[in-house]
């Protein structure tokens, strides 16, 4: 393994799944690897310097996690696309396929607009409509912790009936088995025992670090911030509308995102303590739903992936196609 990666520490690598692919990212590059209908593996390898690195304010604890989320929803973002021009046998100009790496500032702009459109959404699906259904179903207003608490609920329930409604979706659950390959390479990779297809089919899918984990502890978060918060205003002006705590609640979404990751880095550290077990285990109840066993086949594209990223050198029986993308992330 390189030296430049310490396998003691969690948190090194990190990846998502795509269409018919998986995205890795390490230190200094994420590489994302798609599977063709012909067999052939295509990786796409783009250097990238995070926000951390760059800004040292960015890689203090709380604001490290904010940041990190909105980067990775940029990366995932592109990445997504990227496989799908590549699972629909699109070659299109410009992208990296045909051997360019420069994108036109309409695909950049077409890009902040999708991810914009899409925290917009979310936002309005699991943090505006738990705060519409607890103010007017329930008579628990001025009642900080109830409110919240309900609130949360209704949250989690949306999640959950979200999930399970696109787990139903043929494609979806494909995209599940990516995700589980994910996992099982990473691991394969944190317990230094080989980055071969015979060492990840040994792993379980279920990871203590995975995004469907740390999305339930922002939930869990938020009853307890908004809690606090709402104390605070209610003692403050003596009662709370439903527009106070949007103009309050809406703009800490990302300290709540910050003090979650904080959460999440420190129960990956302990996970193999009962208490980290405890603490890590509803996540990986709700893995159950977003990750499904892989085949041979994905695990050998979601070794890819951390192979590229980590700089290792790789033998497979698929043809691997790598476009070596050298230029540095523009985020």
């Not at 490290?64 to 070659?91: D, H, K």
Request: glycine fraction near 8%.
């Amino acid at each position: 393994m390189s030296n430049r990666f310490d396998i003691s520490k969690p948190m090194q690598v990190g990846g998502q799944a795509v269409l018919e692919g998986v995205m890795m990212r390490a230190p200094g590059m994420v590489a994302t690897a798609v599977r063709r209908a012909n067999g052939e593996i295509v990786v796409k390898k783009e250097r990238h310097l995070s926000l951390g690195e760059k800004y040292p304010l960015f890689k203090m604890p709380i604001m490290r996690g904010a940041v990190g989320l909105i980067e990775m929803m940029v990366i995932g973002m592109r990445t997504l696309n990227f496989s799908a021009e590549i699972a629909m046998n699109e070659q299109v100009s410009g992208n990296g396929v045909n051997g360019t790496t420069a994108k036109s500032p309409k695909e950049n702009v077409k890009l902040g607009l999708t991810v914009a459109f899409s925290l917009v959404v979310g936002v309005a699906i699991f943090f505006v409509t738990p705060l519409l259904v607890t103010t007017f179903f329930f008579d628990v207003s001025q009642e900080a912790f109830s409110f919240n608490l309900i609130a949360g609920f209704v949250r989690i329930s949306l999640l959950l009936v979200y999930l399970v409604a696109i787990s139903m979706m043929k494609d979806i659950k494909r995209l599940f088995e990516y995700h589980g390959a994910e996992h099982k390479a990473v691991f394969a990779f944190e317990r230094g025992q080989g980055l071969t297809v015979e060492a990840a089919a040994q792993q379980t899918r279920f990871h203590p670090r995975c995004g469907t984990s740390f999305l339930l502890i922002v939930m869990i978060t938020s009853i307890l911030l908004f809690s606090v918060l709402d104390t605070l205003l209610i003692n403050w002006l003596g009662q709370l509308t439903i527009l106070t705590r949007m103009l309050t609640h809406l703009p800490l979404i990302p300290l709540v995102g910050g003090v979650s990751y904080e959460f999440i880095k420190a129960s990956a550290k302990r996970s193999e303590t009962l208490i980290g077990r405890i603490v890590v285990a509803p996540g990986l109840w709700l893995q159950k739903i977003t990750t499904k066993e892989p085949d041979e086949t994905q695990l050998e594209v979601a070794l890819v992936a951390l192979r590229c990223a980590l700089g290792e050198e790789f033998a497979m029986s698929s043809p691997v196609n790598v476009l070596a993308l050298e230029e540095m992330s523009r985020n």
